[in-house]
């Protein structure tokens, strides 16, 4: 047992809070995981650790302790068996053990993000977990992912939903299992009969349960409405309660767990002396949701918390040794080519070249143009470039970089994929709705779509918002095939909005480091 307890502590050279705690959690493998340092079940010596402040466990000085007791199957991820144990008797981590991050809220969370409490996880044949911009979109762009999405699902957002109603969906997220939450409430309660004091309650029930459950929040502050749904004098002094509340809960807490994200700098006017509004451009027509812009800025704010809860771990792949190998790398790109190096790939409609073994092609873009061309970053990175020109008219219009998995054998029936791909974009004219990032198979005979939109905000991106980097990843959601593929590829689309007249169309898209991997255990 000492021998034991020495090692835990070597490995969890911080100490661990109580609150990141689930003590033996149904279907955990591994029982906590707080900033990257894991606790694990030993199977050989029958231990469970815990920390559980004034219980018999005891605490040992802020480190977990290591309790006998019975381990059953409830208490391992699904699937787990001997198999699953390294040397000595320790769990392997699994994919419950990486950090992830899910989602609560109202209309505003639950309308801008895929796969939520109505339509369900992936329905159909489409897994879009980026949906139409929202939170979780520029959030975990803008921090590279740091803390992931619960893959293809994490939405528990309720549509006009105020805090009592979204105190209910609780169990929707612990069913998840994060490990952090961003949670927006409170915009629907000053138009519904809440008061100041009976919102301020339910947010704190649900600050409990999640502090209970070891789940951090990221609380997202109210931002005023706008026409036609203004609030009111007396609404707005309650939502500006409820602000007031939340930062004085998060001098109370000191962060320990709870984070707030005060959006009035934001999202607020500060021309508007005499009102409380927010600044043009950055909500949408219909008053209640911000726009892609407010969105994206939201987004940056909220990725500076995840930026502190998480160290990077995710960086464009400059290795041309990066690749598959079924012995020795199996978690290494399943694309031969994710550097974009060479110009011998084929090029439709467009002009110019693309990377080899990458195709650039269009169905059409109603009269506009697209140049490819592979060129070299200053301190010698290669890069793939498109130049939009000319001018649109039409609808359906998009185009395409994309390229399949050169050894389809490589993958088979039960592995877990994933893609993404390092992008920046400038100067991108109206008439480019955004960027889709998909990983698509065939299996059987059928094709599967995973992935989304990121949003043109009409602003060059990422510089607008400072990302650390000049590209910024955008990473599909997961695919667990059914069978050995007949098609595995990662496309990069740039999407044009419907077009009834002329439009000019102009913007350079950018991107570096390109991949289909699998999700390794």
């Given at each position: 047992?000492?021998?034991?307890?020495?090692?835990?502590?070597?490995?969890?050279?911080?100490?661990?809070?109580?609150?990141?705690?689930?003590?033996?959690?149904?279907?955990?493998?591994?029982?906590?995981?707080?900033?990257?340092?894991?606790?694990?079940?030993?199977?050989?010596?029958?231990?469970?650790?815990?920390?559980?402040?004034?219980?018999?466990?005891?605490t040992t000085?802020?480190?977990?302790?290591?309790?006998?007791?019975?381990?059953?199957?409830?208490?391992?991820?699904?699937?787990?068996?001997?198999?699953?144990?390294?040397?000595?008797?320790l769990?392997?981590?699994?994919?419950?053990?990486?950090r992830?991050?899910?989602?609560?809220?109202?209309?505003?969370?639950?309308?801008?993000?895929?796969?939520?409490?109505?339509?369900?996880?992936?329905?159909?044949?489409s897994?879009?977990?980026?949906?139409?911009?929202?939170?979780?979109?520029?959030?975990?762009?803008?921090?590279?992912?740091?803390?992931?999405?619960?893959p293809?699902?994490?939405?528990?957002?309720?549509?006009g939903?105020?805090?009592?109603?979204?105190?209910?969906?609780?169990?929707?997220?612990?069913?998840?299992?994060?490990?952090?939450v961003?949670?927006?409430?409170?915009?629907?309660?000053?138009?519904?009969?809440?008061?100041?004091?009976?919102?301020?309650?339910?947010?704190?029930?649900?600050?409990?349960?999640?502090?209970?459950?070891?789940?951090?929040?990221?609380?997202?502050?109210?931002?005023?409405?706008?026409?036609?749904?203004?609030?009111?004098?007396?609404q707005?002094?309650?939502?500006?309660?409820?602000?007031?509340?939340?930062?004085?809960?998060?001098?109370?807490?000191?962060?320990?767990?709870?984070?707030?994200?005060?959006?009035?700098?934001?999202?607020?006017?500060?021309?508007?002396?005499?009102?409380?509004?927010?600044?043009?451009?950055?909500?949408?027509?219909?008053?209640?949701?911000?726009?892609?812009?407010?969105?994206?800025?939201?987004?940056?704010?909220?990725?500076?918390?995840?930026?502190?809860?998480?160290?990077?771990?995710?960086?464009?792949?400059?290795?041309?040794?990066?690749?598959?190998?079924?012995?020795?790398?199996?978690?290494?790109?399943?694309?031969?080519?994710?550097?974009?190096t060479?110009s011998g790939?084929?090029?439709?409609?467009?002009?110019?070249?693309?990377?080899?073994?990458?195709?650039?092609?269009?169905?059409?873009?109603?009269?506009?143009?697209?140049?490819?061309?592979?060129?070299?970053?200053?301190?010698?990175?290669?890069?793939?470039?498109i130049?939009?020109g000319?001018?649109?008219?039409?609808?359906?219009?998009?185009?395409?970089?994309?390229?399949?998995?050169?050894?389809?054998?490589?993958?088979?029936?039960?592995?877990?994929?994933?893609?993404?791909?390092?992008?920046?974009?400038?100067g991108?004219?109206?008439?480019?709705?955004g960027?889709?990032?998909?990983?698509?198979?065939?299996?059987?005979?059928?094709?599967?779509?995973?992935?989304?939109?990121?949003?043109?905000?009409?602003?060059?991106?990422?510089?607008?918002?400072?990302?650390?980097?000049?590209?910024?990843?955008?990473i599909?959601?997961?695919?667990?095939?059914?069978?050995?593929p007949?098609?595995?590829?990662?496309?990069?689309?740039?999407?044009?909005?419907?077009?009834?007249?002329?439009?000019?169309?102009?913007?350079?898209?950018?991107?570096?480091?390109?991949?289909?991997?699998?999700?390794?255990?």
């Amino acid at each position: 047992m000492r021998k034991f307890l020495t090692l835990l502590l070597c490995l969890l050279v911080t100490p661990v809070s109580a609150q990141s705690w689930i003590a033996n959690a149904p279907n955990q493998s591994i029982p906590f995981n707080n900033n990257g340092y894991l606790g694990y079940i030993n199977w050989t010596n029958g231990c469970i650790l815990t920390y559980q402040t004034g219980t018999a466990s005891g605490t040992t000085g802020g480190f977990p302790v290591c309790t006998t007791a019975a381990i059953t199957a409830s208490m391992l991820a699904p699937g787990a068996a001997a198999a699953n144990l390294n040397a000595g008797g320790l769990l392997k981590p699994s994919i419950t053990s990486a950090r992830t991050l899910a989602m609560l809220g109202d209309s505003i969370t639950f309308n801008v993000d895929d796969a939520n409490l109505t339509n369900g996880p992936c329905v159909g044949l489409s897994c879009e977990a980026y949906g139409y911009g929202g939170y979780g979109t520029w959030a975990s762009v803008y921090s590279g992912y740091r803390v992931w999405r619960a893959p293809n699902t994490g939405n528990c957002g309720e549509s006009g939903g105020t805090i009592a109603q979204i105190l209910a969906n609780i169990s929707c997220v612990t069913a998840l299992n994060p490990d952090v939450v961003i949670y927006e409430g409170g915009g629907n309660d000053p138009g519904s009969g809440s008061t100041c004091a009976s919102a301020t309650a339910a947010n704190r029930a649900i600050y409990s349960a999640f502090k209970a459950a070891g789940i951090a929040v990221i609380k997202v502050g109210i931002y005023p409405r706008t026409s036609p749904v203004a609030f009111t004098t007396s609404q707005a002094s309650i939502a500006q309660c409820l602000n007031m509340e939340d930062r004085r809960y998060a001098q109370e807490v000191g962060g320990a767990g709870w984070y707030f994200v005060d959006v009035e700098p934001i999202m607020v006017d500060p021309a508007q002396t005499g009102s409380w509004a927010t600044r043009s451009g950055y909500m949408l027509a219909d008053g209640a949701h911000p726009s892609t812009v407010g969105s994206s800025a939201i987004g940056y704010a909220i990725a500076q918390v995840l930026n502190q809860l998480s160290p990077p771990w995710l960086y464009p792949s400059y290795s041309a040794a990066d690749l598959y190998d079924a012995t020795n790398n199996v978690g290494g790109n399943l694309l031969t080519n994710g550097l974009f190096t060479g110009s011998g790939g084929s090029v439709a409609t467009c002009s110019g070249v693309s990377a080899t073994s990458w195709t650039l092609a269009t169905g059409g873009l109603g009269g506009g143009t697209c140049v490819g061309a592979v060129s070299t970053s200053s301190d010698g990175r290669p890069i793939q470039t498109i130049t939009l020109g000319g001018t649109s008219t039409g609808s359906n219009l998009s185009l395409v970089q994309y390229q399949g998995v050169g050894t389809l054998s490589n993958i088979s029936a039960g592995d877990t994929l994933e893609g993404g791909v390092w992008v920046n974009w400038s100067g991108l004219s109206p008439a480019v709705a955004g960027l889709w990032v998909q990983l698509k198979t065939v299996e059987g005979g059928q094709t599967y779509t995973y992935g989304g939109m990121v949003p043109n905000t009409g602003v060059a991106f990422p510089a607008s918002n400072p990302a650390g980097s000049a590209y910024v990843p955008i990473i599909t959601t997961r695919r667990t095939v059914t069978a050995t593929p007949t098609t595995a590829e990662l496309d990069v689309s740039v999407v044009l909005i419907s077009l009834t007249s002329s439009s000019a169309l102009t913007g350079v898209i950018s991107m570096q480091g390109a991949w289909i991997k699998k999700v390794i255990n």
